[in-house]
């Protein structure tokens, strides 16, 4: 009678850990649908930004240099050289806004998977 009821006992645990196993196993799968998900998002994101950015870069290029083309071209005679000087120090604090501009969208988190790190969090707390 004892072994007839450990044998059962023990078809039962067997099932619950397949059950677990199941569930862990469709909880992961979902997990990687969500971000390959968004991975595609972020990729489609990004390569529209990156082609905007390289359509701007090049035409940002051209405009700054007509202009400073002609800025150095119309005070050279008042300033000399100085000119110089004065169109490069305005390129740098240009170059230092556009850089610092640039860490505070990284610094945003738009690329980090929001959604997908929340239920990973969730997940591991849940275990736990």
């Known amino acids: 009678m004892e072994q007839k009821q450990a044998g059962k006992s023990d078809t039962h ?7 677990i196993a199941r569930n862990m196993f469709g909880l992961f799968l979902s997990r990687v649908e969500l971000a390959a998900l968004e991975l595609s998002e972020v990729r489609a994101t990004l390569l529209k930004l990156a082609l905007v950015f390289a359509l701007g870069l090049i035409a940002a290029w051209f405009a700054i240099a007509y202009w400073s083309a002609l800025l150095v071209y119309l005070a ?13 120090t305005g390129f740098t604090f240009i ?10 969208v990284v610094a945003q988190g738009k690329l980090s998977l ?15």
């Open 95 to 104: 170059a230092v806004a556009v850089l610092l501009y640039a860490r505070s």
């Open 114 to 128: 929001p959604a997908t790190m929340n239920e990973l969090r969730n997940d591991r707390d849940a275990l736990l």
């Open 76 to 88: 050279w005679d008042a300033l000399g050289w100085k000119i110089l000087a004065l169109v490069a």
């Open 13 to 19: 645990l067997m099932a619950g850990l397949i059950g």
